[in-house]
């Protein structure tokens, strides 16, 4: 079975400042990973995905990943938010085929609500 | 290209009554998915369908059904509503092949059970 962390539920931070976002997966076999926002009334918008390859993913709206196998963590990264970025964020994680054709859920992780002040 | 449209935005029911939800996904896309978001227990997975076949599904009770059409298109069902139905209900739709593919979910169906 798979799961999903995010380490904090809420991150406060001001203008202009670097933000990390935590998220920590726990699965028996190799997964996709996948980073998610939502705005307010809004569906989910995908910000990026590490499929393989380079563990270094960078996404939509400066945002970038590092996938890290040996600590099981998927971190998100900007180096300098707007006030734009607040919203809340979701990591998620699917494992291969679940079996016959199915591509699997996606497992999402509580989500991680970022606030950024002027 | 238009993305994945749910039918409709807002939706007020009462208890013990059945609602039918909407999702047509991007155009050439064959696989759909649900999910139920709540303030409590977050986002959960209800269904996966693919070439009109329910692939996957969720831990969620009978009441709880769906549907895909030849077009893709796809409808959940919940019957016998509960209070706690009360959710957004997020349909997201993929090419289907490869598996690599990340989802691209629509802006939701809110389902407000009174």
């Known amino acids: 079975a798979q799961s999903v962390t995010q380490l904090d539920s809420q991150v406060p931070v001001f203008e202009e400042a670097p933000v990390e976002l935590r998220c920590n997966y726990s699965?028996?076999?190799?997964?996709?990973l996948f980073w998610y926002v939502q705005y307010p009334n809004q569906g989910l918008q995908l910000l990026l995905k590490?499929?393989?390859?380079?563990?270094l993913v960078k996404g939509i709206n400066g945002f970038e990943a590092e996938f890290n196998k040996s600590q099981t963590s998927f971190h998100l990264r900007k180096p300098s938010v707007h006030i734009s970025d607040t919203a809340e964020y979701f990591c998620?994680?699917?494992?291969?085929?679940?079996?016959?054709?199915?591509?699997?859920?996606?497992?999402f992780g509580q989500g991680t609500i970022l606030t950024v002040h002027p | 290209k238009a993305g994945v449209t749910q039918t409709p935005r807002y939706l007020i029911k009462t208890r013990g009554q059945q609602v039918t939800l909407s999702c047509s996904p991007i155009?050439?896309?064959?696989?759909v998915s649900w999910y139920q978001q709540t303030p409590g227990q977050g986002l959960q997975f209800l269904f996966e369908?693919?070439?009109?076949?329910?692939?996957n599904k969720g831990n969620f009770p009978g009441r709880f059904s769906g549907r895909q059409f030849s077009n893709s298109r796809s409808e959940m069902n919940v019957s016998t509503l509960e209070l706690g139905d009360s959710a957004l209900y997020l349909c997201?739709?993929?090419?289907?092949?490869?598996?690599?593919?990340?989802?691209?979910f629509g802006s939701g169906t809110r389902l407000t059970v009174v």
């Open positions: 997201a739709s993929s090419p289907g092949q490869p598996p690599s593919y990340g989802y691209t």
């Open positions: 699965s028996s076999v190799s997964v996709y």
């Open positions: 590490y499929l393989s390859g380079s563990t």
């Open positions: 998620a994680v699917r494992g291969p085929k679940a079996g016959g054709t199915s591509y699997g859920k996606l497992t």
């Open positions: 155009s050439g896309h064959r696989s």
């Open positions: 369908y693919f070439s009109e076949t329910q692939r």
